[in-house]
Nanobody, 120 residues
Framework: QVQLVESGGGLVQPGGSLRLSCAASQSIFSLNAMGWYRQAPGKERELVAG???????NYADSVKGRFTISRDNAKNTVYLQMHNLKFEDTAVYYCNARRSPIPTIQYDYWGQGTQVTVSS
């Protein structure tokens, strides 16, 4: 079982920056991909950014150019650097890890979430 713990959320003003961290209980080297999702009140959970074990990244259109996902394998940690935050970024952010030992089996693991609130 992979345990994920998010941190770094909080209150920030519009246009500000914040960095989220996701610490995994085991080496992220063994995971196929990790990512950040978010869920705002009344909305579905959506993928914000993802990164594969090979370093390939992808972003939601709404955060493209503002957010950057990265990882530190030595620290078993994935980060989400957020710049120019907007009111619309307010949500609970969840760390996700995906492991696929064989093509027909896929496991997803989730952190408990960290609140990001953008307010003036």
């Amino acid at each position: 079982q992979v345990q994920l713990v998010e941190s770094g959320g909080g209150l920030v003003q519009p246009g500000g920056s914040l960095r989220l961290s996701c610490a995994a209980s085991q080496s992220i080297f063994s995971l196929n991909a990790m990512g950040w999702y978010r869920q705002a009140p009344g909305k579905e959970r959506e993928l914000v950014a993802g990164i594969t074990s090979g370093g390939s990244t992808n972003y939601a259109d709404s955060v493209k150019g503002r957010f950057t996902i990265s990882r530190d394998n030595a620290k078993n940690t994935v980060y989400l650097q957020m710049h120019n935050l907007k009111f619309e970024d307010t949500a609970v952010y969840y760390c996700n890890a995906r492991r696929s030992p064989i093509p027909t089996i896929q496991y997803d693991y989730w952190g408990q979430g960290t609140q990001v609130t953008v307010s003036s």
